[in-house]
């Protein structure tokens, strides 16, 4: 371990003979630790590695999920077209390493993969594009986040992807999401008051993220009539607010 650092600059010094050696290491080790080692190892050649890394593109899913991280740690825009090519594979979990490489090469193409992974039917792979698409801040994507976020299933918890699309629609920071936002914090219902309070004090904390008049607008005017968690959360955000005018 404590030679760890030491090696590293070792291999790194090897140049692209060593970057073979070290795909093999990557996907051969037995313990995460050592994965990550070289795996830290590797992205500090940057794209220079890209066609190696590119050429192992095939085998068992796992290997190529390692190949796709690797290719989204590299951040190179040239490694698109092999980044398409894997999101088709059958595996969500390839499908999902995609998703989270392209947080790193933003663009149209990025985006397009992105509104497709938000139709698909697998929890995990658009939950993984609802973050993504916040971390992006992608405008595009707040029709289909706001469908998401607009879901309710009254004889359940929220699910962890309406929860996301809510959150998201806040980090983008859109004024196109208040509409859809407001929607949420001033809902009501009888059957599953629990969760539904639970997606309004989201709503809340995303239309502060937004911040435009509109969405402070909402707080306020909900605020008056809330009790419980939402009214703490509102009046904690307005309060904020006039510390801050």
């Known amino acids: 371990?404590?030679?760890?650092?030491?090696?590293?600059?070792?291999?790194?010094?090897?140049?692209?003979?060593?970057?073979?050696?070290?795909?093999?290491a990557v996907i051969e080790a037995p313990e995460a630790y050592s994965r990550r080692h070289h795996f830290n190892t590797l992205a500090r050649f940057g794209s220079q590695i890209r066609t190696n890394v590119e050429g192992r593109l095939s085998g068992e899913w796992y290997v190529i999920r390692q190949m796709v991280s690797l290719l989204g740690e590299l951040g190179d825009p040239a490694s698109l077209p092999a980044l398409e090519k894997a999101y088709n594979h059958p595996d969500a979990?390839?499908?999902?390493?995609?998703?989270?490489?392209?947080?790193?090469?933003?663009?149209?193409?990025?985006?397009?993969?992105?509104?497709?992974?938000?139709?698909?039917?697998?929890?995990?792979?658009?939950?993984?594009?609802?973050?993504?698409?916040?971390?992006?801040?992608?405008?595009?994507?707040?029709?289909?986040?706001?469908?998401i976020a607009l879901k309710r299933d009254p004889f359940s918890e929220t699910s962890d992807t309406v929860k996301e699309a809510i959150k998201a629609l806040g980090a983008i920071g859109s004024a196109?999401?208040?509409?859809?936002?407001?929607?949420?914090?001033?809902?009501?219902?009888?059957?599953?008051?629990?969760?539904?309070?639970?997606?309004?004090?989201?709503?809340?904390?995303?239309?502060?993220?937004?911040g435009t008049k509109d969405a402070y607008d909402a707080l306020t005017k909900v605020c008056s009539g809330a009790s419980g968690e939402l009214h703490t959360a509102c009046k904690r955000i307005l309060d904020s607010k006039e510390k801050r005018a």
Do not use: C, Y
């Open 1 to 24: 371990e404590p030679l760890r650092g030491e090696l590293q600059k070792i291999l790194f010094k090897g140049g692209l003979e060593a970057v073979e050696i070290l795909l093999d």
């Open 93 to 147: 979990r390839v499908k999902k390493e995609v998703i989270k490489g392209l947080v790193k090469i933003p663009g149209a193409r990025t985006n397009a993969i992105l509104l497709l992974a938000l139709t698909e039917t697998d929890e995990t792979i658009v939950k993984q594009a609802i973050i993504s698409a916040g971390h992006l801040k992608e405008a595009s994507a707040i029709d289909s986040l706001g469908k």
């Open 176 to 210: 196109q999401a208040v509409p859809i936002l407001t929607n949420v914090l001033f809902r009501n219902v009888w059957l599953g008051k629990k969760s539904n309070e639970e997606t309004r004090v989201l709503a809340a904390f995303s239309l502060s993220m937004i």
